[in-house]
């Protein structure tokens, strides 16, 4: 069974940072997509990126390009998101996904994520 764990969100002020993990148990494919999205109260989710796992090549929303980073750690079966210079509107619960479809620039918010986890609350305060 896939399940995915997500960890690391908390409280910070605008302009702090947060690194998110998602570990991913019971799968060990290497051809896969895993994506980062959020949803905040009221609002429909939101893409924020994604890593295609066979080449390492990632993929960002426009929202968070140049503050986002999305890395992987085969070894631990892991992906991180890397929130720097974070603001009120990034206040979201945030999700990990994986789709057992392959991802590029043009398609990562659109193909289906098979699997998701529960999501990790972050807050940025002004």
């Known amino acids: 069974q896939v399940q995915l764990v997500e960890s690391g969100g908390g409280s910070v002020q605008a302009g702090g940072s947060l690194r998110l993990s998602c570990a991913v148990f019971g799968y060990t494919g290497n051809s896969e997509c895993i994506g980062w999205f959020r949803q905040a109260p009221g609002k429909e989710r939101e893409g924020v990126g994604a890593?295609?796992?066979?080449?390492?090549?990632?993929y960002y929303a426009d929202s968070v390009k140049g503050r986002f980073t999305i890395s992987q750690d085969n070894a631990k079966n892991t992906v991180y998101l890397q929130m720097n210079s974070l603001k009120p509107e990034d206040t979201a619960m945030y999700h990990c996904a994986v789709s057992l479809a392959y991802c590029s620039g043009g398609n990562w918010n659109r193909v289906v994520y098979n699997y998701w986890g529960q999501g990790t609350q972050v807050t940025v305060s002004s």
């Open positions: 890593i295609y796992v066979g080449g390492s090549r990632t």
